[in-house]
């Protein structure tokens, strides 16, 4: 049974930055795509980053350049290095996985449908 579990999250003042981490363990798979998504209160949850087993990644515009997905495959950990936070930032974050391949389709890594497994999540707070 595959399980993932957020840490990291917690307050910080806008400019500053928070790293996330998501430990994953019980896959054997060695093809995956791993992903941060965030739910404000009162909005659908949206897809942030990926990352697949190529290395390669994928970023929503409201994060590119401020946000940066990375995984350690040895620790079996994905992580989510958030600089320049804003207040709009602010939201629950998850982490995901896929393990078959449905992230690689055109489209399809950003959006929830692809992704079968998640953590319970971690808050971010960004004050201004």
């Known amino acids: 049974q595959v399980q993932l579990a957020e840490s990291g999250g917690g307050a910080v003042q806008s400019g500053g930055s928070l790293r996330l981490s998501c430990g994953t363990s019980?896959?054997?798979?060695?093809?995956?795509?791993m992903a941060w998504f965030r739910q404000a209160p009162g909005k659908e949850r949206e897809g942030v980053a990926v990352?697949?087993?190529?290395?390669?990644?994928t970023y929503a515009d409201s994060v590119k350049g401020r946000f940066t997905i990375s995984i350690d495959n040895d620790k079996n950990t994905l992580y989510l290095q958030m600089n320049s936070l804003k207040p709009e930032d602010t939201a629950m974050y998850y982490c995901?996985?896929?393990?078959?391949?449905?992230?690689?389709?055109?489209?399809?890594?950003?959006?929830?449908?692809?992704?079968?497994?998640w953590g319970q999540g971690t808050q971010v707070t960004v004050s201004s």
């Open positions: 990352i697949d087993s190529d290395g390669d990644t």
């Open positions: 019980g896959h054997i798979y060695s093809g995956y795509c």
């Open positions: 995901a996985a896929d393990y078959t391949l449905v992230c690689m389709t055109p489209g399809k890594a950003l959006g929830m449908s692809a992704y079968d497994y």
